[in-house]
């Protein structure tokens, strides 16, 4: 029995169709790795700055500490300074007092 020529050519258009479908889901599969790739990288960048975002955080907090010790100490080592000044002024007076007498 023989089949008709139509019968053979559906089939072949078919396989056709099938390989078609095979290359079709390869290339959805290299696109979800891809994809899957690149939510991995945008994960790991996320991760890196919010380490750096907190790194930054630690090392302005460092900052504003290292700046107020600083105008502080500004401040305690003007005050020491007027202080020996009225001590050294004091003491000549005194001095100059006691050589008078």
Do not use: N, W
Request: contains cysteine; hydrophobic residues 25%; charged residues 45%.
């Amino acid at each position: 029995m023989r089949c008709p020529s139509g019968t053979l050519s559906h089939y072949l258009d078919i396989d056709r169709m099938k390989e078609q479908k095979r290359s079709t889901e390869k290339c959805i599969a290299d696109i979800e790795k891809d994809r899957s790739g690149l939510e991995e990288r945008i994960e790991e960048m996320r991760r890196r700055r919010d380490e750096l975002d907190e790194r930054l955080r630690v090392e302005q907090e460092r900052l504003l500490r290292q700046e107020r010790t600083i105008r502080q100490g500004e401040a305690t080592y003007a005050k020491l300074m007027d202080s020996s000044q009225s001590l050294v002024d004091f003491i000549k007076k005194e001095y100059q007092d006691t050589r008078r007498q």
